[in-house]
Nanobody, 125 residues
Framework: QVQLVESGGGLVQAGGSLTLSCAASGGTYRTFISLGMGWFRQVPGKEREFVARISGGGSNINYADSVKGRFTISRDNAKKMVYLQMNTLKPEDTAVYYC???????????????WGQGTQVTVSS
């Protein structure tokens, strides 16, 4: 079972940028590259929302419409890291952001077997 730890959240003004990182441990390199990785976010009282996902080799990438053109997901398999570059941030991007791993490369939170603890991103207007 892979373990995930997110970092890089914080407070930023609208229009600013942040980069979130997700470090994976507990598995081999071959395990990591077999996993699809995703970023989700959640605000209190709402369901966890899909943000972006990337396949094991990095060739397949998808974004939620709300972040397309502003966010970029990437991964470094040698380091077992996943990143979410967030530009032109808006107050509605405020949420706890979670990194997740999936063996089936799904879009729904239910498709993901491992989750990090989350990192808070707050965008002020």
């Amino acid at each position: 079972q892979v373990q995930l730890v997110e970092s890089g959240g914080g407070l930023v003004q609208a229009g600013g940028s942040l980069t979130l990182s997700c470090a994976a441990s507990g598995g081999t390199y071959r395990t990591f590259i077999s996993l699809g990785m995703g970023w989700f976010r959640q605000v209190p009282g709402k369901e966890r929302e899909f943000v972006a996902r990337i396949s094991g080799g990095g060739s397949n990438i998808n974004y939620a419409d709300s972040v397309k053109g502003r966010f970029t997901i990437s991964r470094d398999n040698a380091k077992k890291m996943v990143y979410l570059q967030m530009n032109t941030l808006k107050p509605e991007d405020t949420a706890v952001y979670y990194c997740a791993a999936s063996s089936v490369f799904g879009l729904r939170a239910a498709n993901y077997e491992a989750w990090g603890q989350g990192t808070q991103v707050t965008v002020s207007s």
